[in-house]
């Protein structure tokens, strides 16, 4: 974000504004984390700010302030229409195109209003008038942090908003451990701890919430697991009478295709979960090293993300999903097999 996108922008924000922020779909730690820090600095500054959410997302992140405050697309809808109708500005945050919002897709693309993108996914469409686009970006809520650096006003961080902001890291670095996490992303955290997150307890409300019916399931997911050595590859699948037996809730699965990426020797992830209610197949990809997921899924799984963490779908049968994605692997070999880890 340039010096004028910034000037601009401070403007905006210089008289009370009808504001909405609006995470992507299926919002995790990072998404959920960016748009409560955000509306807790901008409740700050007299806006009036909702919070609509394309749909519900995890328990083990309903425990963060503000987040009991979030308007429900699939639920209120016409309430949420409505809101986005009088907005004055529009954050889309964690995501860079409209579709990635779900079924609130049609609304943000018909409405008049300013959109304000901060977001470190790759290939961004062209829709804010005010964009903070990075991909070297660890996570949006960085990225937020950063933001107020430029506005000039992180001494307006509560220790809510601090909370949030390390939660979004901690998860989209998987604990400080993924490529993106670089001295600036750790001085950031540090920096949080000293505004009020508390890493002990922000550890334990996110990853230490199992229930026996998690476990129950995540054990199902590894023993469905496939290891193909030829291609250095690892996959996953979970049918939905799996999920189904094992009471499975929004965000179990969360995880679960990183336990095939920490396999010895495996470069590349992949989670196949059956949503029967969407008709689809539901896929998570995971990388080491230089090979390309992001790429891939937007190339085999109407998806995409990050280099070494994107998302899909498929249309398919489970069982036909499965022989595409080894299909295609034969296609990849030479890459995977160049991967240094």
Request: net charge negative.
């Amino acid at each position: 974000m340039n010096k004028d996108q910034i000037e601009g922008l401070k403007k905006e924000l210089s008289s009370p504004r009808n504001i909405v922020i609006v995470p992507h779909k299926n919002p995790d730690g990072d998404a959920v984390g960016s748009v409560t820090a955000l509306y807790g600095y901008l409740i700050q500054l007299g806006h009036k700010v909702t919070m609509i959410s394309p749909n519900d997302f995890p328990t083990f992140l309903k425990w963060m302030d503000y987040s009991d405050l979030f308007v429900n697309y699939e639920q209120e809808s016409k309430k949420a229409d409505a809101l986005i109708n009088e907005a004055d500005l529009i954050f889309n945050l964690d995501h860079n195109a409209f579709h990635r919002a779900g079924n609130m897709e049609t609304i943000l693309s018909e409405v008049k209003s300013t959109f304000v993108m901060i977001d470190h996914h790759q290939q961004p469409d062209d829709f804010a008038t005010y964009m903070y686009s990075d991909t070297a970006m660890s996570s949006t809520c960085e990225m937020i942090y950063h933001f107020l650096e430029m506005l000039g006003d992180t001494e307006k961080i509560t220790p809510a908003m601090a909370t949030a902001m390390y939660t979004g890291i901690l998860t989209d670095t998987g604990s400080f451990k993924y490529r993106s996490t670089t001295s600036t992303t750790l001085r950031v955290a540090a920096n949080l701890v000293d505004k009020g997150a508390n890493s002990e307890g922000i550890n334990r409300k996110i990853y230490d919430v199992n229930t026996p019916s998690r476990m129950k399931l995540l054990g199902v997911a590894l023993n469905n697991m496939v290891i193909l050595e030829k291609y250095r590859t690892a996959f996953i699948t979970l049918t939905q009478k799996e999920l189904d037996d094992n009471n499975f809730k929004k965000g179990d699965t969360e995880g679960f295709v990183n336990y095939a990426l920490s396999l010895d020797g495996i470069v590349f992830a992949q989670i196949l979960i059956e949503k029967k209610s969407e008709s689809i197949i539901k896929t998570s990809l995971r990388s080491k090293g230089d090979f390309d997921v992001n790429q891939l899924a937007r190339d085999n799984w109407e998806g995409g993300g990050h280099k070494n963490a994107a998302g899909g779908k498929s249309d398919l049968s489970m069982d036909d999903t499965v022989k595409k994605l080894i299909s295609i692997l034969p296609y990849y070999e030479k890459e995977l097999h160049e991967v240094v880890i």
